[in-house]
């Protein structure tokens, strides 16, 4: 191939990959996927017979959980060094 085509090839390879980086440049990035927090009400039941009356006993167990947040940073993680002062 003569240098002048392998050129032309070149350039015409740049100017592509340009126009498609300069096309998706304009496009907007997906959202990042919702984060679902950990129900703090949670809803237990186990049915069984007694089995010397044979009558039905339901247990039922309720869980609430007060936590509405992230934990919090521990004294480990918290950067509590005074060299910067």
């Known amino acids: 191939m ?3 085509k392998i050129f032309w090839i070149v350039c015409a390879v740049v100017l592509v990959h ?3 980086f300069f096309a998706l440049s304009g496009m907007r990035p997906l959202p990042k996927r919702a984060h679902v927090p950990r129900p703090t009400f ?3 039941e186990l049915a069984t017979k007694d089995p010397d009356t044979g009558e039905a006993i ?5 869980t ?3 936590r509405l947040t992230p934990a919090a940073p521990t004294m480990e993680t918290r950067n ?3 060299t910067n002062q």
Do not use: H, L, Y
């Not at 339901?58 to 309720?62: A, G, S």
């Open 64 to 66: 609430v959980s007060t």
């Open 18 to 20: 340009g126009a498609v």
């Open 42 to 44: 949670v809803a237990a």
């Open 58 to 62: 339901v247990i039922r167990e309720f």
């Open 80 to 82: 509590d060094n005074p």
């Open 2 to 4: 003569k240098s002048r």
